[in-house]
């Protein structure tokens, strides 16, 4: 299975401002998505990053508030911009199942505090 | 786009017992079904992946059925441990392999 490295782990951020989460894999891949994990609650999945091409965004999430970059196959990056604190959440970058993997990989996250 | 349920919501139950979580999807042309585990605060370990050809998964004490015209998986964790002891979420995708996440299973393994 893939690996993911993301960072920052952890960052507390000023309203306003805007924090951009990494993910580097160690292997090529061609589809990237970013989640989001509010407090308490389970996962919503935020947009697909997709190498060559815009990035795929779901119902509720758009572009100038999330952009994401994919210059490569092995790297994304998730921009929260104009944070407010409702923007407090873990966000998470993951890649689906390669041929004979246990299953998805995700990163480990991103605990972002907006005060 | 799938909606998926997990009940219970908590369960608690003492070291040795066997574990059952639920899981229930409306779509069953459902292409992944993946069990995950989050730890408080941490990130997610994948558990068991089946996929639509498959009806079940096994790894060590953990066994994932699927059945698609029901709607339903099922989680087994044999003679539970306190390192048990985590949230337990399923997910399902189509062939696009957007998961869609239940609310979890909060499981307490009482030593």
């Known amino acids: 299975s893939a690996v993911i490295s993301q960072k920052p782990s952890r960052d507390i951020c000023q309203r306003g401002t805007s924090l951009t989460i990494q993910c580097q894999v160690d292997?090529?891949?061609?589809?990237m998505f970013w989640y989001r994990q509010q407090p308490g609650q389970s996962l919503t999945l935020i947009a697909t990053?997709?190498?060559?091409?815009?990035?795929?965004?779901e119902s509720g999430f758009v572009i100038d508030k999330f952009p994401i970059s994919r210059p490569n196959l092995t790297f994304s990056t998730l921009t929260v911009s104009n944070m407010s604190p409702e923007d407090s959440s873990i966000y998470l970058c993951?890649?689906?199942?390669?041929?004979?993997?246990?299953?998805?990989?995700f990163g480990s996250g991103t605990r972002l505090t907006v005060v | 786009k799938q909606e998926v349920t997990q009940i219970p919501a908590a369960l608690s139950v003492p070291e040795g017992e066997n574990l059952v979580l639920n899981c229930s999807f409306t779509d069953s042309a459902i292409y992944n079904l993946q069990w995950f585990r989050q730890d408080p605060g941490k990130g997610l370990t994948s558990l068991l992946l089946i996929q639509s050809s498959q009806r079940e998964q096994t790894s060590g004490r953990l066994n994932a059925s699927l059945d698609k015209s029901s709607g339903r998986s099922t989680l087994y964790i044999a003679a539970s441990q306190p390192g048990d002891s985590a949230t337990y979420l399923c997910a399902g995708s189509g062939g696009d392999y957007k998961l869609s996440f239940g609310a979890g299973t909060t499981v307490t393994v009482r030593a």
């Open positions: 993951s890649v689906p199942p390669g041929q004979g993997s246990y299953g998805y990989t």
């Open positions: 292997s090529q891949v061609t589809m």
């Open positions: 990053a997709n190498q060559g091409s815009e990035a795929t965004y």
